[in-house]
């Protein structure tokens, strides 16, 4: 198993344009998450899925920021529009059941400026 | 209720030292503690866990030990080498919903 696969590794993007980050989680994990890591805040947690079905999206900072799953091995995070405090990387996780053994991708670092 | 508070924020040890990471919580229904290791340029993989139904819990050099009534855990490395150099996350669950994870602690074991 590839694992979970995050693109892309870095991003830079000038303030005010669209972003999009990508997730293809392992296959047979029902449950997909993005996180937000940050020096100040640590991970955070922005939105989960489970069965492609967005469950809690409390975390999700503002309505800049919206997520899709639009099937089972593939998800999206989305910006529009960017602003230099997005700056973080962004993670997706996956697991089999809620809340054991997550499996990370190698993030999205991404730098508005 | 949600916060897991994680100490320190940083950590230098010397190389066969001890190193210790503590966490606190809140919420008394957190019923599932497990620890995250983060290497450089990577995402956060699972270390060791813990339930509370148990005080300790040891794989190789890294050992939970756990205190229900305190509401705390620590991660303990024993032994440790230059390769542990990482940043640590605690984290917890009540079971049903997603991990609430610490803010971690970078850890850097120097020879």
């Known amino acids: 198993d590839a694992g979970v696969i995050q693109s892309p590794r870095h991003e830079v993007t000038e303030m005010g344009q669209e972003v999009t980050l990508r997730c293809k989680p392992i296959?047979?994990?029902?449950?997909l998450f993005w996180y937000r890591q940050t020096m100040m805040r640590g991970l955070e947690l922005l939105i989960y899925?489970?069965?492609?079905?967005?469950?809690?999206d409390s975390g999700m900072p503002e309505d800049r920021f919206s997520a899709k799953m639009p099937n089972a091995s593939f998800s999206t995070l989305k910006i529009q529009p960017s602003e230099p405090r997005d700056s973080a990387v962004y993670f997706c996780?996956?697991?089999?059941?809620?809340?054991?053994?997550?499996?990370f991708g190698s993030g999205t670092r991404l730098t508005v400026v | 209720q949600q916060q897991v508070k994680q100490s320190p924020q940083s950590l230098i040890v010397q190389k066969g030292g001890i190193s210790i990471i503590n966490c606190a919580y809140e919420?008394?229904?957190?019923?599932?503690f497990p620890w995250y290791q983060q290497f450089p340029g990577k995402g956060p993989a699972l270390l060791i866990a813990?339930?509370?139904?148990?005080s300790e819990k040891k794989e190789g050099r890294f050992t939970i030990s756990f205190n229900k009534s305190a509401k705390q855990f620590s991660l303990h490395i024993m032994d440790s080498q230059p390769g542990d150099s990482a940043t640590y996350f605690c984290?917890?669950?009540?079971?049903?919903?997603?991990?609430?994870f610490g803010k971690g602690t970078r850890l850097s074991v120097i020879a």
């Open positions: 296959s047979g994990h029902d449950y």
């Open positions: 813990i339930r509370p139904d148990v």
């Open positions: 984290a917890a669950s009540p079971g049903n919903t997603p991990l609430v």
């Open positions: 899925f489970n069965n492609n079905v967005p469950i809690d």
């Open positions: 919420n008394t229904a957190f019923d599932y």
């Open positions: 996780a996956s697991s089999r059941q809620l809340p054991y053994g997550y499996t």
